[in-house]
């Protein structure tokens, strides 16, 4: 998860990396409806039904033409929200040592929200970078995302977070 305004050498690492392993990857990217069901069956969600929260996926999807081009046609987004509890599985982005610090997100988290759109595979994930990077390793990419070498390149290094790098790259 990029979490601070890109440098001209960040820029240069993501190119870096996209060169090693722009060869080596094939579109695997999951629906919005398997993303959602993967959170459903590691984590215990609560689901939110505020308008405003709904309307954070929403726009983030139709104020973004990378995401927004993922939408089906004749479609619009179908939003869900949910806080993150501190139970089970997820009690891990609630430990001390995985918390982010307090400077990205303005202060202490309490809850972590998320919040997913089933018609494109777009997620948001406020309160952790932890989330945000598994997700974004069991996303995967599209062929589209397969030539953008900011998200090869945070792709990459969320399979190597989690151990997942042999498993997706060809060799």
Do not use: C
Not at 36 to 47: D, I
Not at 107 to 120: C, E, K, P, V
């Amino acid at each position: 998860m990029i979490t601070s305004l890109p440098t001209e050498a960040m820029f240069e690492e993501w190119k870096s990396v996209f060169e090693k392993y722009k060869d080596k990857l094939e579109p695997n990217r999951i629906s919005g409806i398997e993303l959602l069901s993967y959170l459903e069956a590691h984590y215990v969600l609560t689901e939110i039904n505020d308008v405003n929260a709904l309307n954070v996926v929403r726009d983030s999807v139709m104020m973004n033409d990378i995401y927004k081009e993922k939408l089906p046609a004749n479609t619009s987004p179908s939003p869900k929200a949910f806080y993150l509890e501190n139970s089970g599985n997820g009690k891990k982005f609630y430990y001390p040592e995985n918390v982010d610090s307090t400077e990205i997100w303005g202060g202490n988290i309490t809850r972590i929200f998320l919040g997913i759109d089933i018609s494109t595979g777009f997620y948001t994930v406020e309160g952790s970078t932890m989330l945000h990077d598994e997700l974004n390793a069991i996303r995967g990419l599209d062929e589209k995302d397969l030539h953008n070498f900011v998200i090869v390149a945070q792709y990459i290094s969320a399979l190597k977070k989690f151990d997942m790098l042999n498993k997706i790259i060809r060799q």
